[in-house]
């Protein structure tokens, strides 16, 4: 696999799934998307039609025992993703899964075992490792540039809270918060959250609250190397998609993130304007090309993934104890 155009197989369609589709078809050189499975009638064929994939599968399995692929990308809803990795693992392919990659521990570990005992590369989807500034700063804190990290801060804040009736009991501690429960490792290299505090309500859809849906949520968390850390989300930003991160230590701080589209602000009669963006796959756009190219190369190098299957056990730690936090009323120990 060192040499051939790497084959790519994606399942999952939908929005997320689109996107990975089309970097996989246009934009990391030496691979190329092969093949789309889902479930759901006509969408793995519409995408295909679109980037001129041949292959079409609705049964994610069919995808799976393909000889001719050498990598899966996976994006179907959260709670299939520790399966598929397992089966793709079984298959032996290489792995990417979007965040998160598990729902459960025990699925984490199995997922992470599986992946190991077939020898296969397993990258999980915590994009902002792959952002600039994100990246740019973790590399400051680890070389020692800001002294001894104290303060961290992280915050996801999505513009509309769409279709809540659909939307998975806790969401927003698995599958949104769960980027910031990994940046904020990213941010503080080498330590490890050992509590965490929430306050958490549904103060933008009330209704679905006793559904398990909380839109608005505040994360304490301590880590073994005494930094205290934020983590904040938001299912309701109307201004438009905002990632930010901050590390603020005994000799300096960094921010990174943000909100506007470019950094163009107008200066007009009615006042001051600037552009944000509405969509993640818009604001982090670079990342997320960034984070499959890494991918590819990990696959011909062999090299462990910068979002590695452990990462994501650790940040699903921090989402479990949340949820425990939560539902207890008090700070929760890892």
């Not at 696999?1 to 078809?25: D, E, P, Q």
Request: hydrophobic share 45%; net charge negative.
């Amino acid at each position: 696999m060192n040499t051939k155009r790497i084959r790519l197989g994606l399942i999952g369609a939908g929005r997320m799934g689109s996107f990975h589709g089309l970097t996989a078809a246009r934009h990391i050189p030496g691979a190329c998307l092969a093949a789309i499975a889902d479930p759901t009638p006509g969408q793995a064929a519409r995408l295909a039609a679109e980037l001129g994939v041949d292959k079409v599968y609705t049964d994610p399995q069919q995808l799976l025992d393909d000889p001719d692929i050498d990598a899966i990308l996976i994006a179907a809803p959260a709670r299939s993703h520790a399966e598929l990795v397992i089966s793709a693992a079984r298959a032996g392919k290489g792995i990417f899964c979007e965040k998160p990659m598990a729902i459960t521990l025990d699925e984490a570990d199995r997922a992470i075992a599986a992946a190991a005992d077939a020898r296969v590369t397993l990258q999980v989807g915590f994009n902002r490792r792959f952002a600039k500034s994100f990246r740019s700063a973790h590399l400051d804190v680890a070389a020692g540039r800001i002294g001894t990290p104290q303060l961290l801060r992280s915050l996801t804040r999505d513009p509309a809270l769409n279709n809540p009736g659909a939307s998975p009991q806790w969401v927003i501690f698995l599958e949104t918060l769960i980027h910031d429960f990994d940046t904020l490792r990213y941010l503080n290299p080498g330590a490890e959250a050992v509590q965490v505090h929430v306050m958490a309500d549904a103060l933008i859809a009330p209704e679905y609250k006793s559904r398990g849906l909380l839109d608005t949520a505040v994360v304490t968390i301590r880590f073994d190397n005494g930094a205290i850390a934020t983590a904040e989300a938001s299912f309701q930003a109307v201004y438009g998609y905002d990632v930010r991160g901050e590390v603020f230590g005994s000799a300096g701080m960094l921010t990174m993130g943000g909100v506007q589209a470019s950094d163009l602000v107008r200066y007009q009669a009615p006042g001051i304007q600037a552009d944000t963006q509405r969509l993640d796959t818009d604001l982090l756009r670079d990342a997320y090309i960034a984070e499959l190219n890494h991918f590819v190369d990990c696959l011909r190098s062999g090299a462990k993934p910068l979002a590695s299957g452990e990462d994501a056990r650790a940040a699903l730690a921090i989402a479990r104890a949340c949820i425990e936090s939560y539902e207890q009323g008090t700070a929760v120990s890892l």
